[in-house]
Structures are given as C-alpha cells and as structure tokens.
C-alpha cells in the first residue's frame, strides 16, 4: 500500500485514551493515520523507519508544513482499529493476538522488515483488513 494521501475513515471498535502529541515540523497527518513519535517526541505520520514509535489514532487533520517542531497539536486515540493488511506480508491467523508491524501510516504486515516499527496487536483479520489494538506501550520490545 501507500501512505494517505488524505483523511480516511477509521473504523474503530473501541477507543482508550485521548493523548495529544505536538506535530513535528513540516508534518502533515491525515484523520485515520497511524500516528507515530519520533526520536525527538513530535508526532508523525507512523513509517517503518528508524525512532519511530506508534502512540495511536489521528482523530483529526493537522497540516504543520512550514510549521516548527511543536506548532500544532495532534489528537490521538487508543484502541482497537482497522487498517489495511500488506499484500507483500500479509498479517495471517498464525498472528492473532501477536504484534503487527508498520508498512505505512494506513497499512500493517505480519513481518517487522527493517527496522520493525511495532504497530499493535492483531485482534481480528477481515477480508478487507486487520483489528489492530494500537497504544504506545504496545511498542515496548
């Protein structure tokens, strides 16, 4: 899959805690994105890529560009959501209840690839696309 491009609808079976993060300079997260922390603490759109940790759900728009580090507040919530399952590793049965991984903001994968960003934990696999229990203390290894 790809990263979004714009807002999507987030399907959501419950929903936690509201935790609201500062979004990194130039960041442009859409509602429905897997949000994520980098090393710096500011919020991001959540990428397999190096210091990246998933805290949660975007609820809402925030467009930084041009913005410093801080600029703008990100609202995002905890729970169980749905998101789109990779073609390439696609999450299967043998990870229930097991973590997921990051393949983009909107897309997870069974398989942690390089560097291995830990999106959740898988409750449930649809046709089209896997529960995932996303919460910041799910990334802890």
């Known amino acids: ?8 609808t987030h399907n959501a079976r419950w929903t936690g805690r509201m935790i609201i993060g500062k979004a990194a300079a130039n960041a442009v997260i859409y509602a429905g994105a897997l949000g994520a922390r980098n090393a710096s603490g500011f919020t991001i759109p959540a990428a397999n890529a190096a210091d990246v940790k ?13 913005g410093a580090n801080g600029a703008k507040p990100v609202q995002l919530l905890t729970g169980v959501f749905k998101f ?26 069974a398989t942690p690839g390089s560097p291995g960003v830990i999106a ?16 910041p203390e799910n990334g802890v290894a």
């Open 1 to 8: 899959m790809a990263a979004l491009t714009q807002d999507r």
């Open 54 to 66: 998933v805290v949660g759900v975007a609820q809402g728009p925030v467009n930084n560009t041009g």
């Open 84 to 109: 789109k399952n990779d073609t390439t590793a696609p999450v299967t049965a043998a990870n229930l209840h097991g973590r997921c991984y990051v393949q983009d903001d909107q897309t997870v994968r």
């Open 120 to 135: 959740g934990i898988v409750e449930q696999i649809d046709s089209d696309g896997v529960w995932v229990y996303v919460a």
